[in-house]
């Protein structure tokens, strides 16, 4: 990994990206606020301006990554105020993979994670889900709930879409992984099916 000279510009948002990458490349037993200031060319001192220590540092990195990949999502549906209107689990779909085909370094340090709650069932127990899993879950209810779709068979719609993008999107994240046909229509036509 190359150091990554930090001259001008946002600094806190530089530190949070080069966290993610150095994490993503050595873990985070091994990442150090010590390591990163190396990284960015900026004083041990400096992250501490922005971050009160390591924790702060890492709450932030997941909040960055899931505000971006939030922004996605709900641009992908406002087009489809109607609530029975699948178009809106399709886009979803489709900008959940393509977020992070487009930055696989985020997919890879956010589900490392080990503050990642999901709550697969509809049940009365009202786990803090992941917002962007608890965006698709609504979306889900809100174009089946009137379908007259039993509960079951509503948490099974869920956890079919949520495999279905999330594989799709590790899959294309991963870098051992080819296809030599086009993989954007390819993903487009399986969400769609």
Known sequence: MKNKSYHHGDLRNSLIEAGIELINI???????LRKLS???????????????????????MQEYVTNQFMEVLEEAIKCY?????????YEMGVSYVEF???????????????CMEINLSLDENK????????????TVI??????????ERMEE??????ATVHGLASISTMKGVHYSKDWETKIKNIIWS
Not at 26 to 32: A, D, R, T, Y
Not at 48 to 59: A, G, I, R
Not at 100 to 114: A, E, I
Not at 142 to 151: C, I, L, N, P, T
Request: with cysteine.
């Open 26 to 32: 050595e873990g985070e037993k091994q990442f150090s």
């Open 38 to 60: 190396k990284l960015c060319g900026v004083s041990q001192a400096a992250p501490y301006s922005h971050f009160k220590d390591k924790e702060d540092l890492l709450k932030s």
């Open 81 to 89: 105020p109607n609530n029975n209107d699948e178009r809106a689990i």
């Open 100 to 114: 992070f085909m487009n930055n696989p370094q985020y997919f890879h340090f956010l589900f490392s994670q080990p």
């Open 127 to 138: 786990t803090k889900n992941y917002p962007p899993f608890e965006i698709l879950k609504q």
């Open 142 to 151: 809100r174009v089946f709930g009137g379908s007259g779709m039993s509960k």
């Open 157 to 162: 719609k869920i956890i079919s879409l949520w």
